[in-house]
């Protein structure tokens, strides 16, 4: 399958093999990954998919808290993906993992309960987002919630200035309006009610916001 252009996890295809060791150094890991979860509120039945897994971090958790749940990840990365399912074998987890073309999510519409992701979303440019946003509405049930945890409106001065750190990484093409706190207007253009920051950590590099919102 051939994926259109994208961001690789830490900006460099390179530097992949590094993501946890860099996000271990530069995040609150633990407790980012632990309120994802929280808001997520993984119930037994749910159908839950991560967009843009990574290394599998937050997908590992998931299924951990909740054995029940199934749980399960899209990213555009084989690369990644790959790297995911060498640490799930490790650990001697099933969690089924898919690969995006970056046009069609490879589910059909109203598949999930909950949509969640953390990172993606500063490393899309405007079309895209919309775009991906989209796709996830339509792989939601109606009613399902999409949670959103990443890069949001600095929350002070120092905040803003130590983001420039990601933007110098990622980009400021795609940063730009995360940073600026447009990440609500994007996923309520999409279609989505209910939509809102319910939650933020201030992190060595900038602001990480959690947003909440749902398929009417
Ligand atoms: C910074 S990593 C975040 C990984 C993980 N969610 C976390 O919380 O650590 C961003 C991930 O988004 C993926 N990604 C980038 N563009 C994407 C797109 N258009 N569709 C799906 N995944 C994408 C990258 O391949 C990468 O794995």
Redesign the pocket.
């Known amino acids: 399958m051939k994926n259109q252009k ?5 900006g460099y295809d390179a530097l992949s093999i590094y ?1 946890d060791a860099i ?1 271990r150094l530069t995040m609150p890991e633990r407790e980012f990954r632990k309120r994802l979860i929280n808001w997520i509120d993984p119930k037994n039945s749910d159908q839950i998919l ?6 599998g ?2 997908l590992l958790l998931l299924a951990q808290q909740n054995r029940q749940a199934k749980v399960s990840g ?4 084989p690369k ?1 993906k790959h790297i995911a399912e060498t640490k799930f074998a490790r650990v001697g987890i099933d969690i089924p993992l898919y690969l ?1 073309d ?1 046009k069609t999510l490879p589910f059909p519409e109203n598949s999930f309960d909950k949509v969640f ?4 979303f500063h ?2 440019d405007r079309n ?1 987002k919309l775009h ?1 946003l989209n796709e996830i509405l339509r792989v939601l049930k109606p009613n399902g919630h999409l949670i959103i945890g990443d890069w949001g409106k600095a929350k002070s001065k120092w905040m803003r200035i130590k983001f420039l750190l990601v933007q110098l990484l990622d980009g400021f093409a795609t940063t730009t309006d995360n940073v600026n706190g447009l990440m609500p207007t994007y996923i309520k253009n999409a279609g989505f009610v209910g939509v809102s920051e319910v939650d933020f950590i201030n992190t060595k590099i900038g602001t990480y916001s959690y947003y909440i919102a749902q398929k009417p």
């Open positions: 994208f961001i690789p996890a830490l993501y996000i991560e967009f843009g897994f990574g290394t971090q937050n899209v990213d555009i990365d990644i995006y970056g992701s953390s990172l993606v490393q899309l895209t991906c």
